[in-house]
């Protein structure tokens, strides 16, 4: 089959697809908040875990991994990115040797203080941007695909 003759077909998943329309809002918005977050040395997925962390002393690696719907490698390779530049550190649990404790050290805490001011400006923005979409639907919509 020629490209010319599948085009009807992909422009069909293309305009359709909650997959691919979703992935590319999040790439979107992965650039734009990285762009904002750069001057503090993160990236939006660091805040967002940082984030996460921020609600507790220390969490265990799996519900980290599970409320982030994140394989547990790629989160391993998050926290590493986090530890290498001294905003978190993980331990080993000592009611279960096999699991993993990640909490934020004070630069990391610092760190996510600054960047909050940063996250709800740039939010603003896009809202202002994006006056036609109700991000409260958006959101609702969002966390029920999740």
Do not use: Y
């Amino acid at each position: 089959m020629s490209i010319e003759a599948s085009l009807p077909k992909a422009r069909e998943i293309a305009e359709s697809c909650l997959c691919f329309h979703t992935q590319r809002a999040a790439r979107s918005l992965a650039r734009r908040f990285d762009t904002a977050f750069r001057p503090l040395g993160i990236t939006n997925g660091q805040f967002s875990l940082m984030a996460m962390l921020s609600g507790a002393d220390e969490r265990r690696m799996k519900d980290v991994a599970d409320f982030l719907k994140m394989d547990r490698t790629t989160l391993t390779a998050a926290i590493k990115a986090l530890q290498r530049q001294g905003l978190a550190t993980v331990s080993t649990d000592a009611k279960d040797r096999r699991s993993r404790l990640i909490s934020l050290t004070p630069a990391g805490r610092a760190t996510l203080e600054r960047a909050k001011p940063i996250w709800r400006s740039e939010h603003e923005r896009l809202e202002q941007e994006k006056s036609d979409v109700d991000p409260i639907a958006l959101r609702r919509m969002l966390k029920a695909l999740a």
